[in-house]
């Protein structure tokens, strides 16, 4: 149960869309509530929605790593309006009460009640408020019982929400090639990065296998596989490190904020502008001349990073790891290495193999709401 600690001003918050936890609102009855946003303990948002007999409340969700967007269209004019909101589920408030057998004695419940009625009367304004609230939020079981019922009675299911969709997004998933008779012609290094954006990695490339002292900082993953590349053939160990750089920028693109994200002088590569250019170019949307990150774009993102990642780790990859650097499961990445054509292996591998199966199963993903 959330405690509150303060209520707070709505004035500069993002508006919320809500939903029922146990229904659906009824037609014309959006004016019948009271709503407060309150703050808790934690700074979490909660949201409290009171009726004549029962009271809602939720956590409001917030999430980094992307924004939900309300479109409104203006009757009688062609503009329309983009709003940042939150999303937040509410459910039945139903506070605890005390049991007979659960005190030590009747007694101590007898007691608690005198203070109640004594706080009620005679308290100070804090504890009348306290008691007001109190009283306000008390739960009508009986009520309770018939709203429910009458909620479960109306709920309406959508038989086509219940099925999974089977559409695959061909236009953001790297081109695959399924009848490849060598393994290294099933993802095509050209087809993922242009040449001319992977040799503009060269130099700092070399300087990193050189142990050159100003070499640039990369995530966790990343820097220890660059490090396993000294043991190449110099050839080998500088395609792979190029590879590797290019996609330490799709892991810094897809891990910062939204509000990092739509800074002007945001960089997703600090050493190459040419690469800085193709990832914000390829990996992120516009909406209202702002840069932003969408579903589609997320998953496109995260996909390339997987892909990538098998190409320079000689066709088999630890995603236990590279989920810990992108906040990603391992059950959530073996579904992207099956949509990607790719063969668990282990627990928490998986590999390039022949022969890819003719069809890739459809990605489910993680949908905001």
Not at 97 to 126: A, I, M, P, W
Not at 177 to 184: F, G, M, V
Not at 326 to 338: D, N, P, Y
Request: aromatic share 8%.
């Amino acid at each position: 149960m959330y405690k509150f600690k303060d209520k707070v001003d709505p004035e500069f918050e993002p508006p919320v869309l809500i939903r029922f936890e146990n229904g659906i609102l009824k037609p014309n009855q959006e004016h019948a509530f009271t709503c407060r946003l309150y703050e808790g303990i934690n700074k979490e948002k909660i949201l409290a929605i009171a009726t004549e007999h029962m009271v809602y409340y939720g956590r409001i969700e917030e999430d980094d790593l992307y924004e939900n967007l309300l479109l409104l269209h203006k009757k009688n004019s062609k503009k329309v309006s983009m709003f940042i909101t939150n999303t937040c589920t509410l459910r039945p408030f139903m506070p605890k009460k005390r049991r007979t057998d659960e005190c030590d004695n009747g007694e101590e419940v007898s007691k608690e009640n005198s203070l109640y009625e004594l706080n009620k009367q005679f308290g100070s304004k804090r504890a009348k408020v306290a008691i007001k609230q109190r009283e306000q939020m008390t739960l009508n079981i009986e009520n309770a019982k018939d709203q429910l019922q009458e909620a479960v009675a109306n709920i309406e299911v959508n038989d086509d929400e219940l099925i999974a969709s089977n559409k695959e997004n061909f236009e953001f998933r790297p081109p695959i090639n399924r009848k490849a008779s060598q393994i290294k012609d099933v993802y095509i290094l050209e087809n993922l990065i242009s040449t001319d954006v992977l040799n503009s990695l060269t130099e700092v490339s070399k300087n990193i296998l050189d142990n050159e002292v100003n070499k640039p900082e990369t995530c966790a993953f990343i820097t220890e596989r660059i490090a396993d590349l000294k043991q190449l053939r110099p050839d080998d160990a500088l395609i792979k490190c190029k590879i590797f750089l290019y996609t330490d920028c799709l892991i810094h693109c897809l891990k910062c904020s939204i509000k990092d994200l739509i800074k002007r002088d945001f960089k997703a590569c600090p050493y190459s502008e040419i690469v800085n250019e193709d990832v914000l170019s390829k990996y992120t949307s516009k909406v209202n001349n702002k840069r932003a990150r969408s579903r589609s774009m997320r998953d496109k993102t995260i996909w390339y990073i997987v892909v990538l990642c098998i190409l320079a780790c000689n066709y088999k990859l630890d995603l236990e790891s590279l989920g810990k650097e992108i906040r990603m499961s391992v059950k959530a990445l073996q579904e992207v290495a099956r949509y990607l054509g790719l063969t668990s292996v282990g627990k928490s591998n998986c590999a390039l193999k022949l022969p890819i199966p003719s069809g890739a199963p459809s990605f489910k993903g993680k949908r905001s709401r």
